[in-house]
């Protein structure tokens, strides 16, 4: 008995130890240690590497309010040996007795885990978000519909594009979508765009939306939740035709492939399930472009694939936002057409989802100029009347997901003001 104690306090020490150790090496010796060794591996995966700014609560008055406390657990958590492995098996054993319970139900969508957010379907060897239920933002997408339509009513002389992308979690053609009481779809969120603004002429809703989740998976990746180049060139198609946009894509579009390289993007890392997808993207034409600022992302260099490939693990975890350009590069870098078809110019109010079509747009446009101001958490006291006379834009195109129009309420308390206004648009 007492052997037995003696062994199982010292694998508890040692339980206990090995992450201080290893923090130790890392942050105080600097050892070079294998990433597969440290919590490195795990940088992009949930669960992985937080923040913890352990110095800022080096005090007593840290102590006092167990900041300093919580701040060490992370630290420590931070330096688990083998964490990505860790975690990843953890969720994968869960997910093999969610499998073999599934076997009874046969449903074609599971989480990944337990209490996971992101389902797995088998049939497409894909992930997919869980369905949306909130019915609140429907009212949050009205008042923005709405705010829009007062903007334009001001500039009727000017046309509004509102572009939506049938993001997973309300796609129709999820089949976790059917597995869900009162769940929202791309299309509940089209009608509130459409009813808010059909008093105003010159404001347009346009969305590519889909039934199938075959053909939904060509066109966006499989472990991320954007849309691919396929799915970029298939929207804008949708809105050439509604938007009398002059550039045409011609077809079929030569494909690039990147050799050696998996990629596992938002759904993956939040599901802690690699399923190591091989990407190919269209050739985008971006003859006459000028990107107005040194740093280009891959697919606007001279050797777009190479450029990619030299990134390391981020091209891995973040292919999408790394291969066109994060919105935030974009928005830092507008593009000038030199061999625009005519002299007008155009502004983007943007999240991720136009990081990819702001190329294709700009190519009927002599300046295109973005913003993220329907990004998650952007906030500030500016009015798209703002944005509108900064630009000199003819056309104002919206791009993002079902969220991204349920956010300006909340986030942007003055963006639908007039000169003169007095009240919030804030609810």
Known sequence: MKARNTILTSLFCLLLLTPCALWAAQEGLRLPLPDWLTAESATYLSGGISESHLEKH???????????????????????????TVLLANASLQRNAIAASNLVANFEAYPTFFGSKTVYIPQHDALADYPSTKQWTLKRTKK??????????????????????????????????????????????????????????????VS??????????????????????????????????????????????????????????????????????AVEEPAFDLTGLEVQNTELPPIAQADSVEALLAMGPIAEYSFYTQWYGSSLLTAQSPLVNQASPSDKRALVIMDSYADSLHWLLARNYTYLQCYRDIRDGEEGDFTLIDRINETDADDIYFVGSTSAYTRPPQYLPHYFDLPGDTTSSKN
């Open 58 to 84: 080096l005090s007593l008055k840290g102590f006092e309010t167990e900041e300093l406390q919580e701040a060490l657990t992370t630290e420590i958590e931070n330096h688990i040996p083998f964490k990505a």
């Open 144 to 205: 923005t519909a709405e705010g829009i339509a007062k903007i334009a009513s001001q500039v009727p002389d000017k046309n509004f594009y509102l572009v939506v992308a049938d993001m997973s979690y309300t796609s129709a053609s999820n089949p976790a979508h059917q597995l869900v009481a009162n769940a929202l779809s791309t299309n509940d969120y089209l009608e509130v765009l459409n009813e808010g603004t059909e008093e105003t002429p010159n404001v347009h809703v």
């Open 208 to 277: 590519l939306t889909y039934d199938d989740d075959a053909e939904y998976y060509r066109n966006y990746y499989r472990t991320d939740h954007h849309w691919n180049g396929y799915g970029t060139l298939a929207l804008y198609r949708t809105l050439q035709a509604t938007a009398k946009l002059p550039y045409t894509v011609e077809e079929p579009r030569p494909t690039l492939s990147f050799p050696g390289l998996a990629t596992n993007g938002s759904y993956a890392r939040d599901g802690l399930m690699l399923l190591n997808e």
